[in-house]
């Protein structure tokens, strides 16, 4: 009995006691290797003391200003840091607005891209196009933004009207490819053309906004787009005056061996959202970037963003995310996970001996393993068998954490688990991380051939 209100009440969770590095030890004294930074959010792994020196040393001089009343100089610091490592055409004019959540950042990137239009006098411009299978947050906001079916299934009658056009999601284009991924930039374009149509069937008039994660996460496996989705997203979006918002909430800030996510289509966006690895986990932290030409909409009118958390900017999250971006760049993290990438994903290929993974995909460190049970139809696993959750649970039991997906495909079906180590881990680390999930795989592999 316990009077916390767990995620699943009729679930046990181990204790946790401590973590250093990229492992995690509960209260029985178990050893987990964390593959996946907890949600894809540890990235620089645990126990990081020049990020827990930079809080203990904020918690000293002011742990809590409101931004109503101060400014501080963490928060300060960190809007240049991050601004100046956005693209050049971005940066110039650009500002950072902090918060302290992914779902948060989503929400204050809705809300901005609305005062945007009302201070220049568009005050029609109200909806937001989103992609089905992606995911955004949890608020009402971007929950509505979300497109994965089984998040929003029990609260659609507190949503607003749907307004998502199909992902680019190679695996299970809509061309009807065989087996492996599609690759053809015909099928991106007219992918994205999706959203031309539904501009154009809504009146451009209306539209003020579309939000994409540049590489999906947590809803679809890290599934890539092709190169040529998000250059004519952009273009679409320029045509009818509609702001970009990249949703980098999941893949900002090195995960993908880049910068940005939206670095790998040469894109450069009106509105970041961030979150996540941006303190590594250290403390909640998020940000919305404005672009020059967003800023510029406010500053040539009253300058005000209607619009705050009680949390927003806090000098200690601020203070965290300072030091963890100072990590990253002393430590050349994001230059490590690129050069890393390609081993990273060749250790993966044995795991294809399962016969249970129909396709493995992502960038950086940020791997999706899509579980289909007939390799040639890509038929996904029965939902009662819930195979990524099998995956995730056995994976416990071999000392591994991943993290696992399902019911991308229709609210039910689909299954997937992410691999997304932090970006400091060994060479030896990630061979370990390997074999205990090939252990895993073979074991559930069994299972569910004497079950299917
Ligand atoms: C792309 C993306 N956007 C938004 C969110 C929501 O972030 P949070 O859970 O911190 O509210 C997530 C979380 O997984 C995410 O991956």
Redesign the pocket.
């Known amino acids: 009995m316990s009077e916390f209100f767990f995620r699943n009440l009729k679930k046990t969770y181990p204790m946790v006691a401590s973590a250093n590095g990229v492992r995690i030890t509960d209260t029985d004294g178990r050893n987990y290797l964390d593959a996946c930074s907890g ?3 540890a990235n620089l792994g645990h126990g990081v003391p020049e990020i827990s020196e930079a809080i203990n040393g904020q918690l000293r001089k002011v742990a809590f200003a409101h931004t109503t009343q101060f400014v501080s100089e963490a928060g300060l610091s960190l809007a240049k840091k991050v601004v100046d490592m956005t693209p050049p055409g971005f940066r110039k004019g650009a500002r950072a607005y902090f918060m ?7 929400e204050t990137a809705i809300k901005m891209a609305r005062s945007y239009f009302v201070h220049r006098g568009e005050n029609q411009r109200s909806i937001c196009f989103s992609r089905w299978q ?6 009402f906001g ?1 929950l509505s933004a979300t497109g994965h079916p089984a998040r929003r299934k029990p609260y659609v009658s507190l949503l607003r009207t749907p307004a998502h056009v199909s992902a680019d999601y190679r695996y299970r284009c809509k061309c009807g490819f065989g087996p492996g991924s599609c690759s053809s930039d015909e099928c991106s374009i007219s992918i994205a053309n999706e959203l031309e149509a539904a501009i154009i069937s809504a009146g451009p008039e209306n539209v003020m906004a579309f939000i994409a ?1 540049p590489i ?4 679809l496996g890290a599934a890539v787009p092709g190169r040529a989705y998000f250059p004519r997203i952009r273009e679409i979006c320029d045509k009818y005056g509609v702001l970009f918002i990249a ?5 900002g800030l090195g995960r993908t061996g880049t910068t940005f996510g939206m670095n790998h289509f040469g894109v450069e966006p009106d509105i970041i ?1 961030l ?2 690895g941006m303190a590594a986990g250290y403390q ?1 932290l ?1 940000a919305v970037l404005a672009s020059g030409k967003v800023v510029k909409a406010f500053e040539d009118s009253n300058g005000i963003f209607e619009h705050g958390f009680t949390y927003s900017a806090h000098p200690v999250s601020c203070a965290a995310g300072l030091a963890a971006i100072e990590y990253v760049r002393k430590h050349n993290l994001i230059e490590r996970v690129a050069e890393k990438e390609f081993a990273f994903f060749k250790r993966a290929e044995k795991l294809l001996e399962t016969g249970i993974i129909g396709d493995i995909r992502g960038k950086g460190f940020m791997m999706g393993l899509e579980f289909v049970k007939n390799l040639e139809t890509k038929e996904p696993f029965p939902v009662d068998i819930r195979i990524s959750q099998l995956v995730a649970q056995e994976a416990m039991k071999h000392g591994l954490l991943v993290y696992p997906g399902s019911g991308f495909l229709d609210g039910e079906l689909g299954d997937h688990i992410m691999v997304a180590p932090p970006f400091t881990t060994s060479d030896e680390e990630l061979d370990e991380m390997f074999e205990l999930l090939g252990e895993t795989l073979n074991k559930v592999a069994q299972h569910v051939d004497g079950v299917t």
């Open positions: 949600a894809v959010v302290s959540g992914g779902s948060e950042a989503v992606s995911y955004h947050g949890s608020t971007a994660e999906v996460g947590a809803t949703d980098e909430v999941m893949t959202a979150g996540k909640p998020a």
